[in-house]
């Protein structure tokens, strides 16, 4: 394993407060990852050898970031004096209201060498030391330091000159949140596997963040960097452009979750004492109180983070504000779906607007609505869901059938090569889904969280962890540009990086979604290889499973220790098991099939009324040593949609188990796969072992998936524009792999019906 420290950028950083080795790409990536991140690395360097730092610190003096450095020392040598920087030291984390309880991530261990083990091992190997070196390379880490240099030096002579003009080198007013997402991530990962060097990274790390902030608390590089001249979308003074774009509460919701998760992994409260101060300043100057900033946050995610912070510290002012911030919204200045503060929240009864800021804020009214037993909350989150799983969900759990706003369109609007489905929007669909079980303990949602996850969430990332879409179509041309940044392909990072950042946060934290508890009742929601320590009464249930889900259905779930009597396993029988689609009449499967399921418990069959049980097949009184087996049917599935989702009309689309399949042109001889026919009654067969090069990560290995074939037909029109048609033996791949191979066409809804031509 390869080790090197970045060179210094210029002389003020010579003396920079972290000088730990970077756990960047270069440690574990192909060699196309290495060369890339020492490239920028290499380029960064370059260009800021000529900024505006250099000569301001020549003549502010080399002192400047020791000072910076001894300050923020201080600075976090006496918040986390209280406490000690070990786990066995962490306070107990409240009840967060919800009468189902998440297993935490930190409970649960996945197995190596399996489907979710292999994601798990790309972000800890690839994705998460990728985003720290973008950090480096993109001038994240150096919006701290020169907001540090600032508050050591106000009003220096850097100020006046355009290379401190904040609009000229930051991208957009939340690039700070790259470095809380990616901390969020490797602590995550730090909790299953303990790395002394990457916690020391972090730990260096959060010495930059916390120099940058405020005396009273104030933490957002985009204004402090330069007062005079702030990024042009956060107005002139604090809060006055909150509602629109400073994303200064968007970057307060992305600390406090980063804090929240690296004090839970480290217990370190370096990081959560940095961010309460934060929280503090917000608490103290946004609200509705005389002489306060009568806001709601534009983007938001704060909701979700301060209801969490509440939870852990105890403190109820963090989910007053939380509230506060739910509560006003419709009340406030500012009117526009497009951030959902056009009406209060408890009038909406439609998911609108930006698809992520609406997933962080539907998330967060379960999460306050939970903690406060507030009904009409729950009443209206019901309702927003029924609207998304009914008229605006993607068959792959992807939502924001728009480009234009990044937004959901009109019910039943779904269009397929220009759908946007950005991979956040899959990530924030997964924590409303969460949510909704928590709540309601229905197997319904975690089978959208499941179809989101395998489809929706996954799409997004490669395989070895480094590429990245932004949206997700369900249909390709190979040309038009639907990817970020005008690209066709998977890329590296983006000018606007959350989707990257967002996954580098997201897979780590998958764990977390396997389990969940209530009473003496432990819910098998998700299906992965794993061994985990659960709470049930006080006491400890260890469970151990195997699994090659979701490539067969069959599952062995150990019962390693139990010192609870009476505990029972509930295991949710999936929707596609069950002939359902998604919890509406939005989808339907086309075909006869009846997959069959069966449990047992030592060989004994375990029965029950899925119905009565929500979805769930209870395995009563499990008891050390006690063996259940579960299996599932997955034959190959045809699905058709609602008549009113008109490009899908005449078309159906092809499924097995938990995923959702397509056809890609390089699996299919180069044809026209858009022009696909299918059979009415189609034959299928699964082939295993299937071989996906990926050529777009050079020294990236192959990987398997199980395939599907089936007889179809391709239209074709040759020079002249005579049609004919050719049969084709059809070939699809699970829709999370295709784009592996370069740009060409892609599709996951096909013709059956050719009446669907004549639209």
């Not at 100020?159 to 969020?184: A, N, P």
């Not at 669909?429 to 949510?435: C, D, G, M, P, S």
């Not at 985990?532 to 150990?558: A, C, F, H």
């Not at 040759?718 to 999370?736: C, E, F, R």
Request: aromatic share 10%.
């Amino acid at each position: 394993m390869q080790q090197y420290n970045y060179k210094i950028p210029n002389k003020v950083m010579k003396k920079r407060i972290f000088s730990a080795v970077l756990l960047s790409a270069a440690m574990f990536a192909p060699a196309a990852l290495q060369a890339s991140a020492m490239a920028a690395t290499a380029s960064s360097a370059k260009s800021a050898g000529a900024s505006a730092t250099a000569s301001s610190a020549k003549s502010a003096g080399a002192s400047t970031t020791a000072s910076s450095a001894k300050s923020a020392h201080a600075l976090v040598k006496a918040s986390s004096a209280k406490s000690k920087s070990s786990a066995s030291q962490k306070s107990k984390v409240l009840d967060n209201g919800y009468p189902f309880v998440q297993v935490p991530f930190t409970s649960v261990k996945i197995a190596q060498n399996t489907f979710w083990g292999a994601r798990l091992k790309a972000a800890r190997e690839v994705t998460v030391p990728l985003a720290f070196s973008k950090c480096e390379s993109e001038h994240r880490y150096k919006n701290f330091e020169m907001a540090a240099y600032t508050l050591q030096h106000p009003g220096h002579a850097g100020l006046d000159t355009k290379e401190w003009d904040v609009s000229k080198f930051m991208g957009f007013s939340f690039d700070d949140t790259d470095v809380y997402k990616t901390i969020e991530g490797a602590s995550y990962i730090l909790q299953t596997y303990p790395d002394k060097k990457m916690k020391a990274y972090i730990d260096s790390v959060l010495n930059v963040v916390g120099a940058a902030q405020e005396p009273d608390g104030y933490l957002y590089t985009a204004r402090t960097i330069n007062p005079k001249h702030p990024h042009g979308w956060s107005g002139a003074t604090r809060w006055s452009k909150v509602e629109v774009l400073s994303h200064e509460l968007y970057n307060l919701g992305h600390m406090v979750d980063a804090a929240c998760a690296h004090y839970q992994a480290t217990g370190s409260r370096k990081f959560l004492d940095i961010a309460k101060r934060y929280a503090d300043c917000v608490i103290r100057e946004v609200g509705p109180q005389a002489g306060q900033h009568r806001v709601v946050p534009g983007h938001q995610i704060a909701e979700m983070a301060l209801a969490r912070l509440y939870t852990l510290t105890g403190e109820k002012k963090y989910l007053d504000e939380a509230k506060y911030f739910l509560d006003a919204r419709g009340t406030t200045s500012i009117h526009d779906a497009y951030s959902q503060s056009d009406k209060p929240i408890l009038k909406q009864n439609e998911a609108w607007g930006h698809a992520v800021r609406a997933g962080y804020m539907y998330a967060g009214i379960a999460d306050v609505a939970a903690l406060t037993r507030d009904s009409d909350y729950i009443k209206t989150i019901d309702r927003i869901w029924n609207n998304i799983v009914s008229k605006k969900y993607y068959l792959t759990g992807g939502v924001g059938a728009r480009h234009a706003g990044e937004a959901f369109g009109a019910d039943y609007e779904l269009p397929n090569m220009t759908a946007y489905n950005e991979t956040c929007a899959a990530i924030a669909q997964v924590y409303l889904n969460e949510r909704m079980f928590l709540l309601h303990g229905e197997s319904k949602y975690i089978d959208c969280l499941e179809r989101t996850l395998y489809n929706g969430v996954i799409s997004g990332m490669s395989m070895d962890g480094g590429r990245f879409f932004y949206p997700n179509p369900l249909s390709s041309d190979g040309k038009y540009k639907f990817n970020a940044d005008g690209t066709t392909t998977r890329q590296p990072w983006f000018g606007c990086a959350c989707c990257p950042s967002n996954l580098s946060r997201f897979i780590p934290s998958l764990p977390g979604y396997l389990y969940g508890v209530k009473d003496k009742d432990i819910y098998v929601n998700l299906f992965a290889g794993n061994t985990s320590t659960i709470q049930v009464m006080d006491k400890e249930v260890v469970l151990e499973e195997t699994t090659e889900y979701p490539w067969n259905g069959d599952i062995k779930i150990v019962v390693k220790k139990s010192g609870v009597k009476g505990a029972n396993l509930l295991v949710r029988i999936p929707g596609w098991v069950r002939n359902q689609v998604v919890p509406s009449d939005l989808y339907k499967y086309s075909d006869a099939e009846q997959p069959a399921y069966s449990v047992s418990v030592n060989g004994k069959a375990v029965e029950a009324d899925l119905a009565a049980n929500k979805g769930y097949l209870p395995v009563k009184n499990i008891r050390k040593g006690d063996v259940i087996r579960i299996h599932f049917d997955m034959p190959v599935r045809t699905v058709v949609a609602n008549g009113k989702v008109a490009d899908d009309r005449g078309k159906v689309a092809v499924e097995r188990g938990p995923l959702v399949y397509c056809a890609e042109a390089v699996d299919n001889d180069g044809a026209p796969v858009l022009r696909s026919v299918v059979a009415k009654n189609p034959a299928f067969s699964v082939i295993d072992g299937y071989s996906i090069s990926n050529t777009e990560t050079k020294g990236a290995p192959a990987f398997s998936v199980k395939a599907i074939q089936t007889a179809a037909q391709v239209l074709d029109q040759a020079a002249d524009g005579k049609v004919s048609v050719k049969n084709q033996k059809l070939t699809l791949i699970p829709y999370y792999a295709w784009n592996h191979r370069g740009a060409n066409q892609m599709n996951v809804w096909f013709y059956q019906d050719l009446q669907a031509l004549e639209k």
